[in-house]
């Protein structure tokens, strides 16, 4: 079972940028990786996305501040977030599945693996 384990959230103030980290405990080659927000009690959107080949997707109108990027030697996905917003801040989950990372989702569920999480605030 693969597990991911994040890093890199915090508090920020609006304009501000972070960069969240995520490891994979085993080979994560072939897996589709990205990042889920929590929004609206226990759901979850897709914010950045990276196929198993690099193919990279966003979610508007977030894509212009986001970069998403991997490193599969490393196993590692990061999540480069700048000019950051109030809206922007929640609870990031680095997910991962064999198959493909589905936009909406219930927290933990649907998609394969999920991460515990990382916090992000961004201060007006």
């Known amino acids: 079972e693969v597990q991911l384990v994040e890093s890199g959230g915090g508090s920020v103030e609006t304009g501000g940028s972070l960069r969240l980290s995520c490891v994979a405990s085993e080979d994560s080659v072939d897996l589709e990786m990205g990042w889920y927000r929590q929004v609206l009690g226990n759901e979850c959107e897709v914010v950045a996305e990276?196929?198993?080949?690099?193919?990279?997707q966003y979610k508007n109108p977030t894509k212009a501040r986001l970069s998403i990027s991997r490193d599969n030697g490393k196993n590692t996905v990061h999540l480069q977030m700048d000019s950051l917003k109030p809206e922007d801040a929640g609870r990031y989950f680095c997910?991962?599945?064999?198959?493909?990372?589905?936009?909406?989702?219930?927290?933990?569920?649907?998609?394969?693996?999920w991460g515990q999480g990382t916090q992000v605030s961004v201060s007006s």
């Open positions: 990276i196929s198993h080949r690099g193919f990279k």
């Open positions: 997910a991962a599945d064999p198959v493909a990372l589905l936009v909406k989702v219930k927290c933990g569920e649907v998609t394969r693996y």
